[in-house]
């Protein structure tokens, strides 16, 4: 199936710290949703982004659709320890019902 | 109402039982997905079911066999299973359309002796 590569694998930071990770693939996709995942638990959708160029913010969360429609980040400005967790994007293809998950992010933040 | 329930949230199951897992949402949603998920990795999709046809089988082995009764309905039936298979199974389910998110439930952690 299509591969989505989201860097990087892991990040240790401190409280405070801004953070940005990404996503990318050779194909098109239609939707990039980013989620936050804790242990023992489903995924929670954190930000949906449905057109190329878009940014769109949820507090202190920022995500953008890439131009190319093959990419997008996610940035966390001024963690707290709360926000410690894997964090996944997830694509859709073109006029498909198939979503597909990058590899994740495993986020640690030092108080 | 954002929410997509599953059970039972934790399912112990010897290599010759039948089990189900089953998800339900009321949401309106016309797209159900299963998805299993290994520790440490991502969700990986197993099927898909939009308007209560089976859309995507990610060529999932036969032991695994969803069913979609209805469409709040989505149920996975457990045969001869391996202890590889032991996993969180995930539902989630989405308004059919170019564009949608997809929401989750919380799982069912399923292990097999």
């Known amino acids: 199936g299509q591969q989505l590569n989201q860097s990087p694998q892991s990040m240790f930071i401190q409280e405070g710290e801004d953070v940005s990770m990404n996503c990318t693939s050779s194909s098109i996709f239609n939707t990039w949703l980013w989620y936050k995942q804790d242990p023992g638990e489903g995924p929670v959708l954190l930000i949906a982004l449905y057109k190329a160029g878009e940014l769109t913010s949820n507090g202190r969360l920022t995500a953008q659709f890439g131009i190319t429609r093959k990419d997008s980040f996610l940035n966390i400005s001024a963690s707290i320890p709360s926000d410690v967790g894997i964090y996944f994007c997830?694509?859709?293809?073109?006029?498909?019902?198939?979503?597909?998950f990058g590899a994740g992010t495993r986020l640690t933040v030092k108080p | 109402d954002t929410e997509v329930t599953q059970t039972p949230k934790h399912l112990v199951m010897g290599m010759t039982n039948k089990k189900s897992l089953k998800c339900e949402q009321h949401?309106?949603?016309?797209?159900m997905y299963w998805y299993k998920q290994k520790a440490k990795k991502p969700p990986e999709l197993m099927f898909v079911y939009s308007y209560e046809k089976l859309s995507i089988n990610e060529s999932v082995p036969s032991r695994f066999s969803p069913e979609c009764p209805n469409s709040s309905l989505l149920n996975l039936h457990l045969h001869a299973l391996q202890p590889e298979d032991s996993a969180l199974y995930l539902c989630?389910?989405?308004?059919?359309?170019?564009?949608?998110?997809?929401?989750f439930g919380e799982g069912s952690r399923l292990t097999v002796l």
């Open positions: 997830a694509g859709q293809l073109q006029n498909n019902n198939d979503m597909r």
């Open positions: 989630a389910s989405r308004w059919l359309s170019d564009t949608g998110e997809l929401f």
């Open positions: 949401m309106g949603h016309r797209a």
